[in-house]
């Protein structure tokens, strides 16, 4: 699935150009800001190197959706879904433990 280039073209002008990751647990505090290249967009060996990740999973026809990530946060950002997406984990209870005699 892939988002329409109207989605895309105004994602990549709200980025500047830059990572749009918010994720914690990515090496980065608050927003990345890594600085991308347009035209290196899925080059995964450059530092430049970027993708769109749809936030929803749905590819949705909204630019809310549709977010710049560098390589490095979109592959983190693929390995770990949305909390949403995950699922739900259940109570864990407490060990029973034997009685004693
Ligand atoms: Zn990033
Ligand atoms: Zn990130």
Redesign the pocket.
Known sequence: MVFSNEVTDKAWERSGGK?E???P????TG??N?SLLKTAKGKEASSYGWTFISVSGLFKKEVDDCKV??T??AE??TKTPPAKMRPVVKDVKPPIRPMKK
């Open positions: 990572c990751c918010t994720r647990g990515h090496g980065h927003r990345c890594q990530y560098c490095k946060c983190a950002f």
